[in-house]
């Protein structure tokens, strides 16, 4: 098959050139690839069956067709199972090309990519081969074998060793990263060594987000179960959680309540990282005032029981201003019936089922999802990591370590 009749090549001119494909049957065009029997692209009409030259994973000689690569084009941005969905609608229920495989053949339709492996080469005009079949290999005469000619090292070869090889030509200095490194250490070393115990502003370095709940006594997630929730995905009523911390003796819950929030990440080479963040839970304006006079920046959230009383000493006591300002969450029963007070509110509910405590873990992974969409798209400054001590020391041994190979100069020490 010629360049000029391929149907793969057809079809990638036409992406590229924003060509219009267009569906026919034998009473002509049509408007949907189920009808249609045939593709025309620039011109020429194809049979939709058609096979390409595109190979199908772990199937040397079975070849993709020509409707299943435009309809994995066709649906190329769409989610897995919907793109496996509409594959089935237009008539592809096997021989589709699978979600794994769909970037490849996409990549290489839009000219992303300028070769794939898969890809059968093109045989010529007049050869009735079918793609994919295997080359036919004749036997010829034995040749006589040249003499190989010995390796001789280059004297440039020698001279290099590993040491060389990892210094490089080029002189590497660290002394930004050991400067960073070393104040930070330092600050928390003096702070450890005074004993002091650190304000909420001093302590989060004025970047931890802020919650703030509702102080009604009636209010699903208060200052006595919010914890639990937002921590270990379990919700416990409000009157249990306070009736079992004043058995343990706290007969009154702070004012102020750290959220210790972990998240394991995985990379394309396999190493999981534990990304740790502290939010901070508070009920009250009074409570809020302790992280000093940025304290609103950092609220990015407002849960609510639908009282607009709760609002009046805030910053902003209108709830369509004070939810423009911070992601809004109706906390109710799942059971209940919707709440006509929010409906001109922008806030999201969350439901909390009042006796499968086994849905719990999803209901808190949803709005944690919801948070950070949010915090990314408004306050993403407030999206950093929290940097521990032993972080810091782990960071500036590693740092030491790989500038001592490399440099051979010794790492400094700080008071």
């Not at 149907?7 to 002509?28: C, D, F």
Request: net charge positive.
């Amino acid at each position: 098959m010629s360049a000029e009749t391929d149907p793969l090549l057809a079809l990638r001119q036409a992406i590229k050139s924003r060509t219009k494909v267009i569906y026919s049957n034998e009473a002509g065009p049509c408007s949907s690839l189920v009808s249609a029997t045939s593709l025309v692209v620039n011109g020429q009409s194809i049979p939709k069956s058609s096979p390409t030259r595109y190979r199908k994973a772990g199937a040397p000689s079975d070849f993709y067709s020509l409707d299943a690569v435009y309809v994995a084009w066709l649906f190329r941005d769409a989610a897995g199972a919907e793109y496996m969905k509409q594959a089935r609608e237009h008539g592809l229920a096997v021989g589709f090309v699978s979600v794994t495989e769909r970037k490849h053949v996409v990549d290489w339709l839009e000219g992303k990519a300028s070769d794939n492996d898969r890809i059968a080469p093109l045989t010529s005009a007049e050869s009735t081969t079918p793609p994919g079949t295997p080359p036919r290999t004749t036997t010829e005469a034995p040749t006589a074998t040249p003499s190989k000619r010995r390796y001789v090292a280059d004297s440039h070869d020698i001279e290099v060793d590993r040491n060389t090889i990892l210094r490089g030509v080029k002189p590497n200095n660290f002394a930004a990263v050991r400067l960073t490194y070393g104040e930070k250490l330092k600050k928390l070393k003096e702070t450890s060594r005074s004993g002091a115990a650190p304000t909420p502003a001093t302590a989060t370095g004025h970047n931890q987000p802020i919650i703030m709940i509702s102080s009604s006594p009636t209010a699903l997630i208060t200052m006595h179960n919010v914890k639990r929730f937002l921590e270990d995905s379990v919700f416990e009523p409000s009157q249990d959680a306070r009736a079992r911390a004043m058995a343990e003796g706290n007969l009154k819950p702070e004012d102020l309540i750290p959220i210790y929030r972990k998240r394991t990440t995985i990379d394309t080479s396999g190493k999981e990282t534990v990304i740790k963040t502290t939010y901070f839970v508070v009920d009250s304006v009074e409570a809020l005032s302790k992280f000093g006079t940025d304290a609103w920046e950092r609220v990015v959230c407002v849960m609510t029981t639908g009282q607009a009383w709760q609002f009046r000493p805030y910053k902003w006591n209108e709830p369509r201003q004070l939810f423009h300002n911070v992601k809004g969450i109706y906390v109710s029963w799942s059971n209940d019936p919707p709440n006509a007070k929010i409906k001109d509110w922008n806030v999201t509910e969350l439901k909390i089922d009042p006796h499968r405590r086994h849905v719990d873990k999803s209901v808190v992974a949803h709005f944690w999802k919801m948070l950070d969409t949010w915090i990314q798209t408004n306050k993403p400054s407030l999206i950093k990591p929290d940097l521990s001590e032993n972080d810091l020391i782990d960071g500036f041994s590693r740092i030491n370590r790989h500038n001592t190979t490399l440099l051979g100069s010794s790492p400094p020490t700080f008071a």
